[in-house]
Nanobody
Framework: QVQLVESGGGLVQPGGSLRLSCAAS????????MGWYRQAPGKQRELVAL???????NYADSVKGRFTISRDNAENMAHLQMNSLKPEDTAVYYC???????????????WGQGTQVTVSS
C-alpha cells in the first residue's frame, strides 16, 4: 500500500508565497518521478511541475520563474515553493508519483488526495 499525503495549502493574498509538501509512504522500492498537478473549478487537471530521481525538472510555462520544485530522495518527499502567486493559481493541487513497490517492480502512477490553494485578496 502506497500513500501520498500533501500539506501546506491554504489561503494567500496575490503576490504571496506558499510551500507545498508531499510525503510518500508504504512499501516503496523506488520513486522515479514526483510532481504536482492542479485542477481549477471547471477545468481539466494540468501539469504544474515534475522532478525526476536525477533531479531533472519540468515546469508548466505559466509557473516558470515563480514556482520551484525540489525533492528529498532519502525522505521520499517532494516540495513545491510557490512565489508571486496569482489568483489564476487557485486550484486543488495534487501530488503525483511514478514508483515501483517492493511487491511489484512495475512502475505505476499514484496520486494524493489534493490540497486547496486559494489566491485572493
Amino acid at each position: 500500500q502506497v500513500q501520498l499525503v500533501e500539506s501546506g495549502g491554504g489561503l494567500v493574498q496575490p503576490g504571496g508565497s506558499l510551500r507545498l509538501s508531499c510525503a510518500a509512504s508504504g512499501s516503496i522500492y523506488r520513486i522515479y518521478t514526483m510532481g504536482w498537478y492542479r485542477q481549477a473549478p471547471g477545468k481539466q487537471r494540468e501539469l504544474v511541475a515534475l522532478i525526476t530521481s536525477g533531479i531533472s525538472t519540468n515546469y508548466a510555462d505559466s509557473v516558470k520563474g515563480r514556482f520551484t520544485i525540489s525533492r528529498d530522495n532519502a525522505e521520499n518527499m517532494a516540495h513545491l515553493q510557490m512565489n508571486s502567486l496569482k489568483p489564476e493559481d487557485t486550484a486543488v493541487y495534487y501530488c503525483y508519483a511514478a514508483l515501483a513497490t517492493m511487491t511489484s517492480m512495475t512502475t505505476y502512477n499514484y496520486w494524493g488526495q489534493g490540497t486547496q490553494v486559494t489566491v485572493s485578496s
